[in-house]
C-alpha cells in the first residue's frame, strides 16, 4: 500500500499537485465520496469519475483533466495486474472550486465489496496499470439479513504530528493489515494548536492519511478547534475539510474560510446564521450529525465544545436537542456508538469531578438521560490524553453491574463508556474515577467491533503496553462466551501458544506478537516452553 503524500505532475500549462488526499468523505452501500485538495484554480480542469476503468486504459490526457480511477477488488486475488469482469468506463464530470477542492461522488456501487482507486492527474494516467494503491469498503445494505462484522476506529486528540501519531496509525494499519475497515471516528482536538488550516493539513490528512484513504473519517470539534474555527457560524479549516451534516447530506467543498473576517465585521447574528446555513446545503449542521452502518451500527457525533453547552432557551440548543432525540427513536439498528470529544466521566489530567465551569455537569445533566433513555450502548471522548473505561454499564450515574475483572459489560440496561484521548501524546492522571474502573497512562487507539448484533468487541490498541480490551453484550440470553458454533475449549499453557486468538474471562485476547486481530491458529513451536503443570482453560475460535 502505497504511502499518501503529495502527488505532482508536469502539465502542459503547470504543475498539479494534490496538496491534501485523497480521503473518504463518507460511503454508504451503493456510493462513496472521495476528497482531495489540488493547486488547480478552478476552470482549467475538468473532473471526472471513471467507474470500473481498465486497467488496459490509456493515460488521461492532458484534457482529460483530474479524475479517479477505480474497479471492484477480485474476490479471488488482491493484484492489481489483471481483473475479470471489467465493468464499463463511466464518468461523471464537474469543476473544482477556485481553490482546486474536488469531491468525486462513486455512484452505482454494490454494498459489502471493497473497491480500489486510485487519483489520475493529467499526463500520469494515475500511475500505471497496477498503481491502485487506495482501497475502501461499502457498508452493507440495511435489508441484508446479515451487517457483520463492522469495525470502527476512534482516534482522540490525534493532532499532534508527533512521532506518537505516526507510531498510532503505523500499528493500526499493521494491525489491520491494510484491510478496509468502515468507518474512522475524530474525537476531536485533531489538529493542534488551533486548528487551523496547516495544522489541519500536516498534522491530520497528512500523518493520519494512509488511513484515511482507506475508511471515511467522521469528526468532532474540540476545544483547540474553537480558537482558529468559528463554531457558532460553522466556518473555518474544520468545517472546509468535512461534509457531512445533520440533515444527513454532504456539504460540499468550499473554497477556504478567508471570509471568516467578513462575517467579524458583519458582527455574525443573521447574516452569519445565514451564511452558516447555506455553506451547508440550507439544511442542518455540520456540527453534528450522524450516520448508519447497515444497520448494524448507527453513530452518533456531537459538538461536546459549543451546541451541548449552549445556554437554555439558545434556539441552536433546541435545535440540537430536538435532532438528537428525534435520531435517536428514529433508529433502528442494533447498535448505538456516540462519540464526542469531552468526557462525562474522568480522572485523567481532566478531572470532571473538579468543574470550574460546570461543563462536565451541564453535559452529563444534559446528555445522560437522553442515553439512558434511548439505549446509547457505548460513548467514546477524548480530551484526556490517556486511556479510561467503566468496568460495569452505567445507568443514571451508577454502575448496574459488578464483575470479577470488568471485562463483559452487560448494556441491555446501560451505557459503556470509554476515553481515548492520547492517539498524538499522552499525560497522567490519578486515574481513580469511582466509576471508570480502568485507567492507562499509555497512548494509542481504540477498535469497536460489532460481532452481531449481541456482541461487540472493544479493544484499546496501546503504543507502549499490552492495551485493554473488553465486551459489551446486550439482548436476552446474551453472553461473552459468544456462539457454540464459533467457539471450543482447550486447555493449552497461554506461553506455549502462537498465532491463536485466545479468549478468557470472556475476553478475546491475542496471542500473537504483530497483535494482528483474526489470525489462523499454527501448530505449536518444538521449542516452545514445557508446559505447566497447570494450565488454564481458554477459548480459541478458527478464524478464516
Known amino acids: ?28 452501500s451503493n456510493e462513496a465520496t472521495v476528497r482531495i485538495a489540488t493547486t488547480a484554480t478552478g476552470g482549467g480542469f475538468g473532473v471526472g469519475v471513471s467507474f470500473g476503468m481498465p486497467p ?78 487506495f482501497a475502501f469498503r461499502t457498508y452493507p445494505s440495511t435489508s441484508a439479513s446479515s451487517s457483520y462484522p463492522i469495525t470502527l476506529w476512534a482516534i482522540g486528540d490525534s493532532g499532534e504530528g508527533s512521532p506518537t501519531a505516526k507510531e498510532t496509525v503505523d500499528r493500526f494499519l499493521k494491525d489491520q493489515q491494510l484491510i478496509p475497515w468502515h468507518a474512522t471516528l475524530a474525537l476531536g482536538d485533531n489538529a493542534y494548536q ?17 488511513a484515511l484513504a482507506l475508511a471515511p473519517v467522521s469528526a ?27 440533515s444527513g447530506s454532504l456539504k460540499p467543498p468550499q473554497a477556504p474560510s478567508n471570509d471568516i473576517q467578513q462575517f467579524l465585521l458583519r458582527g455574525g447574528g443573521a447574516a452569519a446564521a445565514a451564511a452558516s446555513s447555506k455553506s451547508n446545503g440550507g439544511g442542518g449542521s455540520q456540527l453534528y450529525h450522524s450516520f448508519d452502518i447497515g444497520r448494524g451500527v448507527h453513530v452518533i457525533s456531537i ?60 453535559l452529563r445533566q444534559r446528555l445522560v438521560p437522553v442515553f439512558d433513555k434511548h439505549g446509547v450502548d457505548i460513548v467514546l471522548s477524548g480530551h484526556s490524553h490517556a486511556y479510561e473505561r467503566t468496568t460495569s454499564a452505567l445507568f443514571n450515574n451508577e454502575r448496574v453491574q459488578d464483575s470479577a475483572d470488568g471485562d463483559c459489560l452487560d448494556v441491555t440496561s446501560g451505557t459503556a463508556y470509554v476515553v481515548t ?44 503496553g499490552d492495551g485493554d480490551e473488553f465486551q459489551i453484550v446486550k439482548g436476552s440470553g446474551a453472553s461473552c462466551d459468544g456462539d457454540s458454533s464459533e467457539v471450543r475449549t482447550l486447555s493449552l499453557a497461554p506461553q506455549n501458544l502462537q498465532e491463536v486468538e485466545m479468549k478468557r474471562n470472556g475476553v478475546w485476547r491475542e496471542r500473537v506478537p504483530s497483535g494482528r486481530f483474526g489470525v489462523r491458529p499454527s501448530k505449536r513451536s518444538s521449542t516452545a516452553s514445557p508446559v505447566p503443570a497447570t494450565t488454564a482453560s481458554y477459548y480459541a475460535r478458527v478464524l478464516g
Open 220 to 246: 468532532t470539534v474540540g476545544n483547540h478547534e474553537a480558537i482558529a474555527n468559528r463554531l457558532g457560524m460553522e466556518r473555518g479549516a474544520h468545517f472546509d475539510r468535512f461534509g457531512r451534516t445533520s
Open 194 to 210: 488551533i486548528g487551523s488550516a496547516p495544522e489541519y493539513d500536516a498534522k491530520f490528512f497528512r500523518m493520519f492519511g494512509a
Open 421 to 464: 484521548g492520547s492517539a498524538s501524546k499522552k499525560n497522567p492522571g490519578q486515574f481513580n474515577h469511582p466509576l471508570m474502573g480502568v485507567g492507562l497512562f499509555e497512548s494509542g487507539s481504540v477498535i469497536l467491533r460489532a460481532e452481531s448484533p449481541q456482541r461487540m468487541n472493544v479493544r484499546f490498541l496501546s503504543n507502549e
Open 303 to 362: 459538538d461536546s465544545q459549543h451546541t451541548a453547552i449552549l445556554p437554555n432557551g439558545d434556539p441552536n440548543f433546541a435545535k440540537f436537542q430536538k435532532w438528537l432525540v428525534d435520531d435517536l427513536e428514529r433508529t433502528t439498528a442494533d447498535w448505538i456508538v456516540v462519540y464526542m470529544h469531552h468526557p462525562l466521566f474522568s480522572k485523567g489530567h481532566h478531572d470532571t469531578t473538579r468543574d470550574s465551569d460546570h461543563k462536565y455537569s451541564i
Open 1 to 28: 500500500m502505497a504511502a499518501v503524500g503529495m502527488i505532482s505532475v508536469a502539465s502542459a500549462a503547470s504543475p498539479v499537485l494534490v496538496t491534501r488526499g485523497p480521503y473518504l468523505d463518507s460511503v454508504s
Open 56 to 133: 488496459s486504459a490509456s493515460p488521461a490526457a492532458a484534457g482529460d483533466g483530474v479524475h479517479i480511477k477505480y474497479r471492484k477488488r477480485s474476490a479471488t486475488s488482491t493484484t492489481t495486474t489483471t481483473t475479470t469482469n471489467e465493468s464499463p468506463v463511466n464518468k461523471a464530470t464537474a469543476k473544482p472550486t477556485t481553490s482546486g477542492e474536488y469531491a468525486f461522488t462513486l455512484s452505482s456501487l454494490q454494498p459489502n465489496t471493497i473497491y480500489e482507486y486510485q487519483v489520475v492527474l493529467p499526463n500520469n494516467g494515475g500511475g500505471g496499470a497496477a498503481a491502485f494503491p
